[in-house]
């Protein structure tokens, strides 16, 4: 015990403590996120069977009656450990992205007019254990981290095939002063 470590005291109470920040609740007992999601956006769970040969599991199905809009293209990124892609938005399209290998930290900033969630940012983890399809609504500025230590490859099915002369595409720097977020390096825990 040090002379500043009191008997029946945590470390915690000691002089460090007034300048930590103390962490708040993000997720239930049960493990579901308390955080909102910008209005709008929604996942959808990738069911992965395994078995000694590897893995199977369904990206998109239309019976979910997850989208409304078909099918009608497919893309897919890679983003290497420690990279970002983004920020981007669309006008016209929605981005449905679904995440096949890797960790990644999808990032949402709300500039929508008339959007209950205006000016928030919101955030949803997903990696190769816990796989999702998430729809990206346009208008909506949206950036992927890869938080892990191996390549992400993501799926995108967007309700509209790329324009190549008129790309529906917007970009932003990733550290711009119109969104309050700055991707900074992760190190520890």
Do not use: C
Request: hydrophobic share 30%.
């Amino acid at each position: 015990m040090t002379d500043k470590q009191l008997p029946g005291k945590s470390t915690a109470d000691s002089e460090s403590k007034p300048r930590a920040l103390k962490e708040e609740q993000s997720v239930t007992q049960t493990g579901s996120s308390v955080s909102t999601l910008a209005h709008g956006v929604s996942t959808h769970p990738i069911v992965t069977h395994h078995d000694e040969r590897g893995s199977v599991g369904e990206l998109y199905d239309p019976r979910w009656n997850w989208h409304a809009d078909p099918l009608i293209s497919s893309t897919f990124v890679t983003i290497h450990p420690g990279k970002v892609k983004g920020w981007a938005l669309h006008d016209v399209m929605e981005d449905r992205f679904a995440l096949l290998s890797g960790k990644a930290e999808f990032v949402f900033f709300d500039d929508r007019d008339g959007s209950p969630t205006k000016g928030s940012i919101s955030k949803i983890i997903i990696s190769e254990n816990d796989r999702q399809v998430i729809r990206v609504p346009t208008g909506l500025w949206h950036a992927v981290h890869n938080i892990g230590p191996n390549d992400v490859v993501i799926i995108n099915f967007p309700t509209q095939p790329y324009q190549y002369e008129d790309p529906d595409k917007y970009r932003l720097p990733l550290n711009t002063d119109l969104i309050p977020y700055k991707f900074e390096e992760r190190k520890g825990f």
